[in-house]
């Protein structure tokens, strides 16, 4: 089902055809089935909803000639009864914070009373289900005999959505648990089939964004680490979906027939520079995802932005728009979340997310999958035998890498004019009628043999101390 030419929807089960739902279970144990993974049903779907809710944030263009753009706590959205139970959902579990105050004696990670709440969730995950879901939507019966509902599936998304009791960590594989939450509710219909954009917008605005600001506070209350961090060389400890959803919010206005920009901004969209301006963060993160999840950064961590947070520096420095920032972002998300290991090895399969081979997958490359850190990422050309003084992430330099100095760059972060950008990679989506449309930037070449980058823009993308 699409919503239109350019944007393919996550199809809802059509209950007369029948389906069996199955207890999810763990199917990626070694780093050769991420590969699998990256050919199943269930990455297609991720990937397609991903793309769906992120074209929804884009600012849209009115008949008039006006542009609506949709910041946080939009007057604008509206929410339909769906969302308004999943926000009392979410509203439950933060009363719950009260039921296992933080531990009061010494602990450098991970306070242990986390596990109390876990415990206390887990405990009581059907009835909170229950009060706040549809049951049609939950009590959704197989179609074979003595199958499982829909239940057994959604509760093992849900409770993977707030970080690991056993490790006291919370990190990028928990989010995308959430994202799955919504994903298997709304393939089982649970939301309205609105005009293109309307519903998907009120699940980012409306139970997305709080959802991350709940997970802020489990955070914070009970210092959770970071789950499978990158460190420095990482974009962001604990979330990723914010930068992709708060780019699109700056990026330019589109109309339902449009494709979706390659770069650009909205004329008075901050300066993607602006992150590294306490003052500026404190502005926009009332209304930007991406602003919101940096001021959480600087909750957190003291010191220069650019010495805790260097790829997001790095970031700040492109010049061609948040549109450019928005699909990077597509991309790395593709590369440092599902095809890491570390990350994807914990997602459970049922069959809202199946394990199965999407028949139209093209199989990844094998230095793509199964990456552990960055240090293991295999480069295309030899490094160069002179660079610059600075300290890189091993993996961020590809072909067309400047030499002059190095920095701790995103791979599609730097690049001059005459250079074709390095775009998000939807190359492993499968094609054919049941595959999602693939964005109007997958098909542009992703790595140009002309053109370098311009002395200023080199400047512009590197932290301090790359010089």
């Known amino acids: 089902m699409a919503a239109n030419g350019l944007v ?43 793309l769906q809710l992120n074209r929804s944030m884009f600012p849209t263009k009115l008949s008039d000639g006006g542009v609506q753009t949709w910041p946080l706590g939009s007057d604008a959205v509206e929410y339909s009864a769906p969302v308004r139970q999943l926000q009392q959902l979410l509203s439950r579990l933060e009363a719950i914070l009260e039921e296992a105050p933080p531990d009061q004696g010494p602990r450098r990670f991970g306070n242990i009373s986390f596990r109390r709440w876990y415990e206390i969730v887990e405990s009581r995950v059907s009835s909170l289900l229950e009060e706040c879901l549809s049951p049609g939507i939950l009590k959704t019966k197989s179609s074979g005999p003595d199958g499982p509902t829909a239940e057994v599936e959604l509760k093992a998304y849900f409770l993977g959505s707030w970080g690991s009791p056993q490790r006291l960590d919370y990190g990028t594989g928990h989010e995308l648990s959430f994202l799955a939450f919504l994903g298997a509710i709304w393939k089982l219909n649970g939301f309205p089939q609105n005009t293109p954009g309307v519903e998907e917008r009120a699940i980012v605005l409306g139970v997305i964004q709080p959802y991350l600001e709940l997970v802020r506070t489990i955070i914070k209350t009970y210092t959770l680490e970071p789950a499978g961090s990158h460190g420095v060389w990482g974009l962001d400890d604990h979330s990723f979906i914010p930068y992709i959803f708060g780019s699109a919010q700056f990026a330019p206005a589109l109309s339902q027939t449009d494709q ?18 306490a003052t500026a963060v404190e502005r926009e993160r009332r209304g930007n995802m991406y602003f919101s999840a940096i001021g959480f950064i600087y909750d957190v961590k003291k010191g220069p932005f650019w010495e805790h947070s260097p790829m997001l520096y790095d970031i700040s420095g492109i010049r061609t728009g948040w549109a450019k920032i928005n699909k990077g972002m597509i991309k790395m998300y593709n ?19 199946s394990w199965d081979r999407e028949p139209n997958a093209v ?105």
């Not at 979706?260 to 301006?277: F, I, M, R, Y």
């Not at 990350?343 to 809202?352: A, D």
């Not at 190359?427 to 140009?448: D, E, K, V, Y």
């Open 363 to 467: 199989p990844p490359p094998s230095t793509v999958h199964a990456a552990s850190g960055p240090q293991s990422r295999t480069r295309e050309e030899p490094p160069a035998q002179h660079p610059g003084p600075g300290t890189k992430a091993p993996w961020a330099a590809g072909a067309q890498a400047n030499t002059a100095g190095s920095g701790t760059a995103a791979p599609w972060a730097s690049g001059g004019a005459a250079r074709a950008p390095i775009l998000p990679d939807t190359s492993r989506l499968p094609q054919g009628p049941m595959a999602p449309t693939r964005a109007p930037w997958a098909n542009a070449q992703q790595n140009s043999a002309t053109g370098g980058s311009t002395a200023q823009e080199e400047m512009l993308t590197k932290a301090p101390w790359a010089k």
């Open 260 to 277: 979706v920009p390659e770069e650009g901004s909205l004329p008075d969209a901050p300066d993607p520079n602006s992150v590294a301006k």
């Open 8 to 50: 393919r929807v996550l199809p809802v089960i059509d209950p007369a055809a029948g389906h069996c739902f199955k207890e999810p279970i763990k199917r990626i144990h070694e780093h050769q089935d991420v590969s699998e993974f990256l050919c199943s049903k269930a990455y297609v779907n991720i990937m397609t909803f991903l």
């Open 335 to 353: 590369a440092e979340v599902l095809s890491k290991f570390p990350v994807v090895q914990h997602f459970p399969f049922g069959s809202l997310f």
